[in-house]
């Protein structure tokens, strides 16, 4: 994974809720067994609106999406993170995040940065009379900036130490668990015998 | 101070505590299916890795499998090259599969319960949202992403920040014809979709206990639409009479001291969870979703609500669009929303006891001249049984179509979708904008109310029905 220490980049304001991963990606993008190309099937429903934020040229460059709370709830599929990736997402900031989405985030570079809920109204209102523009995220110091002068947006976000420091370092999740084999192995002497098998040895 | 269920079966299955970091979980079962798996694999070939415990983990096609014609080649291409892929991965990597056509296939997590794979106090996981499903036996079962699938299979562990622990009691029992699936819509209502959000539930109380497995499985599968990371129920005898001869049930001494423990798998009296909900079952009706998230339902009595009366400003934009996507008017009675298609099945309600209980209120009847029946079994097993109890006869006869075992129509990856502007009144779990075809409207429903629908063609519960001479005729 490709370390993650901070961004600058266009923000792209999503003004909906509960936004599952059906809609980030519907299903019939999933029968592909490829890790990319997915950003054809991102929002692709909303897509085909004109009006949509993402057709609108001046969001063309965006990179940081804010959207509303409850965004990446539902189906565990990690296309949805891939589809954003593959878009050219790097940050989606939402005031909650579905839970599986959130961990799938973390395991493939995407950030997902937990905001207070007015937070996320100002931004859009920032976005709303600046269209395209720019969002500026440090992970490392979890804080978040747009805009200049008094109107200036500076706020912190909230991520888990342990994403964070995997993000910032951008290390390999199975590598660091299987230098821990040892402890999986002693673990696994110890497990009781009647614990079922889908194979009979 | 003790402990709760969840904090026992946690406990058991950590394989490395160290503070500042997530507990690495030793996972029992890692369930797979055609969608999510193939990049994990290919994960696996790129670094030279292997699946650690090929004998704790079980492959099954569902998702994409069609559900006629299933003994002919799967037409659509994209489809047929991911279950050929899951194929070809099962027999690289020496990982047992029940692919279309075998005895076993159906739905991943109808399959495991009936193998007798699923047992109290296991780690469940699969790259499916509804593993939630296996907490119905006392188990801890959760959906992963796909980078997840990878390192399941690579390490036989995951690494997970232990969540918070809630009660959600129902006191009192479910009236007649109110089901498992009317409670957990009506708590999901109650909460929201984010009200789960951080905490393994614990479902208890007195309605919870009486429901059969099958209900509790429904309760437990839609955890997750509510938020939760898993939903989970504490083993009794009916968990215990449930699991007992299946096949990869513990057998002998090995039943006995399984038993043993499983008895053991219950929330301590001087445990304390971090949040409880108490609901009252004797309050509850049939249940049924207006708009496109599975919190936003009323009860079958109720009308459609008047985005206007929501005090949250994001619920009643949510409102808003959701009454747009679905085509409805505030203030129409939900009685009188006509449907196009009833789809009977899922991981929610595709089991033997939904089947029989949509067939007694079929039997004797016919399906309304405009509406579509679509019943799918869970399972090959489910559709066997169902056959063998002449529940199929029953179906047909109503003019319902009867069909072989997949996810189908619950999210439309099979050829089993929507039309766009079709209406369906499904027992699966998710009304998402989309989700059983693109531009089709779903409302969510309880077998009998699906069944009592499909009859009358618009959302009904079966104390709507004529009476039939059929109904008494055995007794």
Known sequence: MEAFTSHTGVGVPLRRSNVDTDQIIPAVYLKRVSRTGFEDGLFSAWRNDPDFVLNRPEYAAGTVLVAGPDFGTGSSREHAVWALMDYGFRVVISPRFGDIFRGNSGKAGLLAARVDEKVVQRLWDFLDDNPGGVISVDLESRTLKAGDGVDAIEDSFDIDDYTRWRLLEGLDDIGITLGHADDIAAFEAGRPSYKPQTIRA | ?475
């Not at chain 2, 595709?350 to 949509?358: Q, T």
């Not at chain 2, 559709?383 to 029953?394: K, T, Y």
Request: net charge negative; aromatic share 6%; hydrophobic share 35%.
């Open chain 2, 1 to 475: 101070m003790g402990k709760t269920l969840s904090e026992k079966v946690w406990d058991e299955h950590v394989v490395r505590s160290v503070a500042g970091e997530p507990d690495l979980l030793y996972i029992d079962l890692h369930l797979i299916h055609e969608v999510t798996s193939p990049q994990a694999f290919e994960g696996l070939r790129l670094s030279g890795r292997t699946v650690r415990r090929p004998d704790l983990t079980l492959a099954t096609e569902d998702h994409n499998v069609p559900t006629i014609d299933w003994d002919k080649p799967i037409q659509d291409p994209v489809s047929r090259t991911q279950v050929e892929t899951l194929r070809q991965n099962a027999e690289e990597f020496g990982v047992r599969l029940h692919p279309l056509g075998d005895l076993d296939q159906g739905i991943v997590h109808v399959v495991g319960p009936q193998l007798g794979l699923t047992q109290p106090g296991m780690t469940i996981v699969c790259g499916d949202s509804h593993t939630s499903t296996h907490g119905a036996f006392g188990a801890i079962a959760f959906g992963i992403g796909t980078s997840e699938v990878e390192h399941v299979l690579a390490t036989q562990t995951l690494p997970q920040a232990k969540p918070r622990t809630m009660a959600v009691t129902i006191t009192g029992s479910l009236p007649e014809g109110v089901t498992a699936k009317d409670l957990v819509l009506t708590l999901i209502a109650h909460t929201g979709t984010g009200g789960g959000q951080g905490y393994i539930v614990e479902y208890r109380g007195q309605a919870i206990e009486e429901l059969s497995m099958e209900g509790r499985m429904t309760v437990c599968n839609m955890s997750i639409e509510w938020g939760a990371k898993a939903g989970l129920i504490a083993p009794d005898q009916k968990t215990f009479d449930y699991i007992e001869g299946r096949p990869e049930a513990p057998q002998g001494e090995e039943w006995d001291a399984a038993v043993a423990y499983w008895k053991t798998l219950v929330t301590d009296d001087d445990a304390e969870y971090d949040e409880e909900i108490v609901l009252d079952a004797g309050t509850m009706t049939p249940f049924v979703t207006w708009g496109t998230n599975p919190g936003q339902g009323v009860p079958l009595s109720d009308a459609v609500p008047n985005p206007e009366d929501f005090d949250d400003a994001q619920d009643r934009v949510a409102a808003e669009k959701a009454l747009q996507y679905m085509a409805l008017e505030a203030g129409t009675p939900m009685r009188a929303i006509k449907v196009d298609t009833v789809f009977v099945g899922s991981c929610t309600n595709g089991r033997i006891e939904d089947l029989r209980a949509a067939a007694e209120i079929i039997k004797g009847r016919h399906v309304d001249a405009d509406t579509r029946l679509l019943v799918v079994p869970g399972s090959v097993r489910v559709r066997l049984q169902a056959e063998d109890e002449g529940l199929d006869v029953i179906f047909k006869e109503a003019g319902a179509e009867w069909r072989g075992a997949g996810c189908s129509m619950c999210l439309g990856m099979n050829p089993d979708t929507l039309q766009p502007g079709e209406r369906s009144a499904s027992t699966s779990n998710r009304n998402f904008e989309g989700r059983q075809g693109k531009g089709g409207r779903t409302h969510l429903v309880s077998v009998p109310v699906a069944a009592a629908t499909a009859i009358r063609g618009t959302l009904s519960s079966p104390a709507d029905l004529d009476p039939t001479t059929t109904i008494g005729a055995d007794s």
